[in-house]
């Protein structure tokens, strides 16, 4: 049973995605082409990602480093949540 704060959170939905990503390669047997489409999207994915978090925390770095600023948190700016989102608005119609 999927109850929040219990510590098993995660299992129903990495049984449902399993199952999911299971019978996707069962459907596509004869099509291995689409699964080196689809893991390929998920890798550029994953790296566009990464460059969303790490990109914007590097700038503030660089800028508190530059004008001799104390270190703090780093927290992603305001370029994180826009760049997501303008990815994900412009991928249907690419």
Same mark, same amino acid.
């Given at each position: 049973m999927w109850m929040p704060g219990t510590g098993a959170d995660a299992?129903?939905?990495?049984? +449902?995605?399993?199952g999911c990503a299971g019978a996707i390669l069962v459907l596509?047997?004869?099509h291995p082409k689409v699964i080196e489409v689809m893991t390929s999207v998920a890798i550029v994915w994953a790296n566009l990602a990464y460059l969303f978090v790490t990109v914007p925390m590097l700038l503030?770095? +660089?800028r508190r480093w530059r004008t001799g600023s104390p270190p703090g948190r780093?927290?992603?700016s305001g370029w994180a949540a826009p760049g997501c989102r303008s990815t994900c608005w412009r991928w249907p119609g690419a």
């Amino acid at each position: 049973m999927w109850m929040p704060g219990t510590g098993a959170d995660a299992i129903l939905p990495a049984v +449902l995605i399993g199952g999911c990503a299971g019978a996707i390669l069962v459907l596509n047997v004869g099509h291995p082409k689409v699964i080196e489409v689809m893991t390929s999207v998920a890798i550029v994915w994953a790296n566009l990602a990464y460059l969303f978090v790490t990109v914007p925390m590097l700038l503030g770095r +660089l800028r508190r480093w530059r004008t001799g600023s104390p270190p703090g948190r780093t927290a992603p700016s305001g370029w994180a949540a826009p760049g997501c989102r303008s990815t994900c608005w412009r991928w249907p119609g690419a």
